[in-house]
């Protein structure tokens, strides 16, 4: 499966759904057919610049790992 070469709605929900469901992030992040590079590259634009769509991307995951 490639990865999406861009971030969405659906690639997010994917993503934390299966964090949720208790996979480590960058696994659910290769589940939803993003690239582990792809998945750090993401969290490091998040942190950078927190009220992007990265920055709420990385918040979203965080949550789900708290959940």
């Known amino acids: 499966m490639g990865r999406p ?6 690639v997010q929900e994917a993503v934390c759904r299966a ?3 208790g996979n480590f992030p960058s696994a659910a992040a290769q589940a939803a057919g993003v690239g582990k590079r792809t998945f750090f590259t993401w969290m490091r634009k998040g ?4 009220d992007g769509p990265y920055g709420q991307f990385r918040r979203e995951v965080q949550k789900a790992e708290r959940q």
Do not use: I, W
């Not at 070469?5 to 659906?10: N, R, V």
């Open 47 to 50: 942190k950078a610049s927190p």
């Open 5 to 10: 070469s861009e971030l969405t709605p659906e």
């Open 19 to 21: 964090v949720r469901a």
